[in-house]
Protein backbone atom coordinates (compact mmCIF):
# COMPACT_ATOMS: atom_id res chain seq x y z
CA UNK A 1 0.00 0.00 0.00
CA UNK A 2 0.90 3.61 -1.08
CA UNK A 3 -0.19 6.59 1.35
CA UNK A 4 -0.22 10.18 -0.43
CA UNK A 5 -1.28 13.20 1.46
CA UNK A 6 -1.46 16.36 -0.53
CA UNK A 7 -0.79 20.01 0.94
CA UNK A 8 -0.10 23.47 -0.31
CA UNK A 9 -3.16 24.15 -1.85
CA UNK A 10 -5.05 27.61 -1.28
CA UNK A 11 -6.62 30.97 -2.81
CA UNK A 12 -4.33 32.79 -4.79
CA UNK A 13 -4.96 36.03 -6.90
CA UNK A 14 -3.93 35.33 -11.01
CA UNK A 15 -0.49 35.75 -11.83
CA UNK A 16 0.50 34.57 -8.71
CA UNK A 17 2.30 31.14 -7.61
CA UNK A 18 2.08 27.90 -5.17
CA UNK A 19 3.74 24.93 -4.65
CA UNK A 20 1.80 21.92 -3.74
CA UNK A 21 3.54 19.47 -2.27
CA UNK A 22 2.57 15.39 -2.14
CA UNK A 23 3.72 13.14 1.12
CA UNK A 24 4.14 9.21 0.11
CA UNK A 25 4.83 6.46 1.97
CA UNK A 26 3.67 3.13 2.50
CA UNK A 27 6.83 1.58 0.03
CA UNK A 28 9.95 2.36 -1.39
CA UNK A 29 9.24 5.80 -3.01
CA UNK A 30 12.16 6.11 -5.21
CA UNK A 31 10.66 3.09 -7.01
CA UNK A 32 7.51 4.59 -8.18
CA UNK A 33 6.91 7.31 -10.70
CA UNK A 34 4.93 10.16 -9.87
CA UNK A 35 2.00 12.22 -11.60
CA UNK A 36 -0.06 15.40 -10.32
CA UNK A 37 -3.93 15.45 -12.06
CA UNK A 38 -6.42 17.92 -11.43
CA UNK A 39 -10.59 18.03 -11.57
CA UNK A 40 -12.11 21.78 -12.04
CA UNK A 41 -16.07 22.34 -11.05
CA UNK A 42 -17.99 20.30 -13.88
CA UNK A 43 -15.29 18.81 -15.72
CA UNK A 44 -13.85 15.32 -15.88
CA UNK A 45 -9.95 14.70 -14.27
CA UNK A 46 -7.27 15.69 -16.63
CA UNK A 47 -3.71 15.13 -16.21
CA UNK A 48 -1.42 17.64 -15.21
CA UNK A 49 2.18 16.53 -14.97
CA UNK A 50 4.34 13.33 -13.97
CA UNK A 51 7.86 12.57 -13.31
CA UNK A 52 10.33 9.74 -13.73
CA UNK A 53 11.83 7.53 -10.84
CA UNK A 54 15.03 9.43 -10.32
CA UNK A 55 13.19 13.42 -11.54
CA UNK A 56 15.45 13.23 -14.77
CA UNK A 57 12.44 12.77 -17.18
CA UNK A 58 9.15 15.34 -17.02
CA UNK A 59 6.08 15.45 -19.01
CA UNK A 60 3.36 18.03 -18.89
CA UNK A 61 -0.08 18.76 -20.67
CA UNK A 62 0.08 22.09 -22.74
CA UNK A 63 -1.95 24.34 -20.73
CA UNK A 64 0.35 24.27 -17.95
CA UNK A 65 4.24 23.87 -19.77
CA UNK A 66 6.26 26.97 -18.96
CA UNK A 67 4.33 27.58 -16.19
CA UNK A 68 4.06 24.58 -13.51
CA UNK A 69 7.03 22.56 -12.49
CA UNK A 70 7.18 19.41 -11.39
CA UNK A 71 9.75 18.11 -9.01
CA UNK A 72 10.37 15.42 -6.60
CA UNK A 73 12.84 14.96 -3.55
CA UNK A 74 13.40 11.08 -2.93
CA UNK A 75 15.33 11.51 0.19
CA UNK A 76 12.15 13.20 1.82
CA UNK A 77 9.26 11.06 0.44
CA UNK A 78 8.33 13.65 -1.72
CA UNK A 79 6.74 15.26 -5.18
CA UNK A 80 6.48 19.24 -5.63
CA UNK A 81 4.24 20.99 -8.33
CA UNK A 82 5.74 24.59 -8.52
CA UNK A 83 2.44 26.57 -10.15
CA UNK A 84 3.88 30.16 -11.43
CA UNK A 85 1.57 32.52 -13.53
CA UNK A 86 -1.64 31.34 -12.59
CA UNK A 87 -4.44 31.72 -14.27
CA UNK A 88 -8.07 31.19 -13.19
CA UNK A 89 -8.65 28.31 -15.17
CA UNK A 90 -5.98 26.81 -13.13
CA UNK A 91 -9.16 26.51 -10.31
CA UNK A 92 -9.20 23.05 -9.57
CA UNK A 93 -8.64 20.26 -6.99
CA UNK A 94 -5.16 18.65 -7.25
CA UNK A 95 -4.03 14.93 -6.51
CA UNK A 96 -1.14 13.72 -6.73
CA UNK A 97 -0.62 10.03 -7.83
CA UNK A 98 1.81 6.81 -7.75
CA UNK A 99 2.38 4.78 -10.91
CA UNK A 100 3.75 1.30 -9.55
CA UNK A 101 4.47 -0.33 -13.09
CA UNK A 102 7.60 -1.21 -14.64
CA UNK A 103 7.65 1.67 -17.42
CA UNK A 104 10.34 3.82 -17.52
CA UNK A 105 7.98 6.57 -19.05
CA UNK A 106 6.43 8.58 -16.96
CA UNK A 107 2.76 8.29 -18.02
CA UNK A 108 -0.74 10.94 -18.89
CA UNK A 109 -3.43 7.97 -18.12
CA UNK A 110 -5.16 8.17 -15.40
CA UNK A 111 -5.71 4.54 -15.00
CA UNK A 112 -2.22 3.74 -15.27
CA UNK A 113 -1.80 5.09 -12.00
CA UNK A 114 -2.32 2.64 -8.66
CA UNK A 115 -2.74 5.02 -5.99
CA UNK A 116 -3.95 8.87 -4.93
CA UNK A 117 -4.23 11.17 -2.85
CA UNK A 118 -7.10 13.04 -1.57
CA UNK A 119 -6.51 16.20 -3.05
CA UNK A 120 -5.96 19.78 -2.38
CA UNK A 121 -8.00 22.70 -3.83
CA UNK A 122 -6.39 25.35 -5.58
CA UNK A 123 -8.41 28.23 -6.27
CA UNK A 124 -7.12 31.21 -8.23
CA UNK A 125 -9.02 34.71 -8.52
CA UNK A 126 -9.28 36.76 -11.32
Known amino acids: QVQLVESGGGLVQAGGSLRLSCAASGRTFSRYKMGWFRQAPGKEREFVAA????????VYADSVKGRLTISRDNAKNTVYLQMNSLKPEDTAVYYC???????????????????WGQGTQVTVSS
Open 97 to 115: AADLSLSVVPRRRENEYHY
Open 51 to 58: ISLSGGST
